[in-house]
């Protein structure tokens, strides 16, 4: 699919989530679909042991507890 971020990529789960852009976007996220992590350009990155991307943390309840931009 296309869209002002360029063309973009979707995981499995959680569904409808974009998961990566052309334009160096990404994101992933755990097994209840919250997003863990945020990388908004190429200088960024969420993949390998030492992510630079922004962490998102979440409570029990699933609320968005904690955002660090790395």
Do not use: E, F, K
């Not at 296309?2 to 994101?27: E, W």
């Not at 863990?36 to 030492?50: P, V």
């Amino acid at each position: 699919m296309t869209g002002p971020l360029g063309n973009y990529s979707y995981g499995t789960r959680p569904v409808h989530a974009v998961t990566s852009t052309s334009n160096g976007y990404g994101a992933q996220y755990d097994a209840a679909g919250g997003m863990t992590c945020r990388a908004l350009d190429t200088s960024t990155t969420c993949a390998g042991g030492s992510p630079t991307g922004q962490a998102l943390g979440y409570d029990a309840l699933r609320r968005l507890l904690s955002w660090q931009n790395t």
